[in-house]
C-alpha cells in the first residue's frame, strides 16, 4: 500500500464518528522505483490531502523534506514533484496496521494488501 | 486497436487454482469493450478484481498517467491481482481487500474517473452470497443482481462529472431493467457489447453521467 492509498482510505466501522485518517503503523516498508511522471503528480495533487500526507510520512519516518504546508504554484517545481512522487508512489508499506481512529480497529496489510473486512460484510 | 490479453498462467498452480475466478468469456467480452473506448482518466477502480486480468488490461489501455485501484472481497484474489499485475508489469496496482468499495467511498466522492465491475452475476438463492471464498465469484443471489444493485446506489457518488462505469451483466439479471434503474440516480446507460457464450447471454453496460457531454 503506498501513501497514496493511505490518503484516500477511510475506516467505515459502524458508529465511529470519524474513520478518518486511519493511523499507519508500518512494520515493512520497501521503497520502489516509480518513473516519475510530473504530469500525473501536479493532477493528483489537487485530490491529496497534504495534511494528512505530511504527517503520516513524517510518522513512518519517510518525510523526504516535503514541506509542511502545500504551496501555490509548485507546478514547475520539478525539485517538489519528484519529492512529492516518492511520497505518494514510492513508498510502500508492504507489513503493518490501519487504524481506526475513533474505534481504534485494526486492519492488517500484508504483501502490501490492507484487509479492510470487518468480518460483518454485507451492509454498505 | 487490439491490446495483449494479460498473461495469468499462475491462475492454474496453487495458492490460486480453485480459489480465485480464472478469466472466462465474461472476462474477455469485458476486455473486447474496453478496448474500444479511448478515455483520459486520473483515478480508475475496479471492483471484484479476481485474477487481475481486467485490470492489468486495462492499464495497457490508459497508460501511466492513471491510478488503478483494485478490491475484492476474496483475500486469495487480492494476492492474486498483485501477482497478475507483476507478471504484466502493470505501473502500480493497489488492491484493498474490502466489500466493494468500503474504506474508498468518503474521500473519493467524484474523483474515480473509471469503475469496472464484472460481478458475481449467476442467479442463486440469497443465502449463498455469504462468503469471501470462490464461491463469492458468481453467486449473485435473486435475479443475480444482489451484489451488483448494493453498487449500484453508490457509483452515482462516485463518478466524476466525465465518469464512466463499466458493467458486467446476463440476460438473467435483465439488463434493459439496470438502465432503466441507473437513469433514476442519475446515470445514462446502454449496452455496448454482447455476446452467446455457452448457455449465458453476456452484455458490457457502460453508464455516464446524464448531465456530461463527453
Ligand atoms: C465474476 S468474478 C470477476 C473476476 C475478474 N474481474 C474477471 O473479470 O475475470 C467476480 C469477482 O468479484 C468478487 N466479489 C464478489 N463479491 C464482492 C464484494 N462484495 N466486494 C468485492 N468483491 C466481490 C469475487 O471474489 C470475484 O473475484
Redesign the pocket.
Known sequence: MRLLTHNMLTSHVKGAESGYPLILEAAEVILRNVDFNPEFIKRMLSKVNWDVLYQTAKAIGHLNDIPEQLQPNVENDEEFLRKAHHVLLEVEVKEGHLICPTSKKKFQISNGIPNMLLGE?SSS | MDYPTPSISHLSRKPYVNY?????E??FL?MDALQNDAILPLICI??????????SFISKILGPECYYMA????PI?ANCTIDTAKLNEMPQCEVII???VSGLKDRLTGNVDVI?F????VVTPSKE?SG?G?E???AGGENGRE?MD?LFTIVPQLLSPSGLFYL?AIKENYPDEIIKTMKMVGLSGEIILSRKAGRENLFILRFDKENSLS
Open positions: 460484510e | 480465485v475466478y480464472d478469466a472466462a465474461d472476462t469485458f475496479e471492483v471484484g478484481s479476481g485474477s487481475g486480468a481486467i485490470i478490491t475484492d472481497i476474496n484474489a474490502t466489500d466493494l469496472l464484472n460481478p458475481p452475476y452470497i469471501n470462490i463469492a465469484s458468481w451484489v448494493r458486467v
